[in-house]
């Protein structure tokens, strides 16, 4: 069945006594309307929603209002790769290389590993418009979304965290994409973060996060009643892509491509792979753009 669900949101929260910061994000939301927008099957919807939770994560750690982290994964499966991207304004975007895996999508349990191979390269990038901020890789063997953002944590940024993601789908779309990071700071208790490593591995964690636990239940279920919660930031599906920004980059276009078009009085058809929006642009304008060059 269905489960309930809150709007797209992060939440974070901090446990004094502890001093462990946990982060939660609900991303169903953008997850459903990235595999309407590029026609996913649902093995690469189901991968593409797992990723969003997990930049949606990173994403924690935005600071400047133009500031973006993008997560991207090349792996030796059949899904061949993926790209996520969240920004500091609370937006989510992103894409799988392969969108239809046939064999895959007709399986009646889908099978991630088999999608994502045995073989798996994580980078990841904080990045303000035209200038990286900072960057890491990480190689995971089997390919794992979760396990590549932990490596990265640890190798890149010498810090200590846990990561579950829940990615769940029913009749073939996207039921559910929710994730939690749970991080022990410098002077954190050592004691209190093994015993929460415990739920993340026994699967406690997992299950209350396809049951749609609130973040204040998981905090509870760690046995951090003492946590103070920041107020919940939303977050939501958008890209950046306009008419404008087609119409510039046509612009820049050669000559005799545009020439082509217009001898062929074809218009120009471009599709955004971050979102999958496409735009058309007439063959009156591409004339237009043609004169405007002499």
Sequence with gaps: MIMSKTADSRVTAYS????????????TDSARELERSHLCGPTAGLILAEALAAVALLGAELSQPEETVTLRMRVSGPVGGLLVEAGADGSLRGYTQVKVMNDLD???????????????????????PGKILASGVAEVSPASVVKGLEQYYRNSLQRQVLVQIAALAYGGFIDGSRGLLAECLPDGDREAFERIARFFEDGTIQESLEASASPQTLCSTLGLDDCVFQPAKPMQFACRCTSERVDAMLAGMPS???????????????????????????????????????
Excluded: T
């Excluded at 910061?21 to 991303?27: A, D, G, Q, T």
């Excluded at 120009?268 to 929006?277: E, N, T």
């Design 106 to 128: 007709a399986c009646e349990e889908l099978d991630l590993s088999c999608a994502l191979g045995d073989q798996g390269e994580v980078q990841i990038i904080r990045s303000l």
């Design 16 to 27: 004094p006594s502890a001093k462990i910061s946990l982060v939660f994000v609900e991303v």
């Design 256 to 294: 005799a491509d545009l020439e082509d078009l217009v001898r062929e009085d074809r218009p120009a058809r471009i599709f955004c792979h971050m979102c999958g929006k496409g735009y058309e642009v007439s063959v009156d304008r591409l004339r237009q753009i043609l004169s405007d060059r002499g």
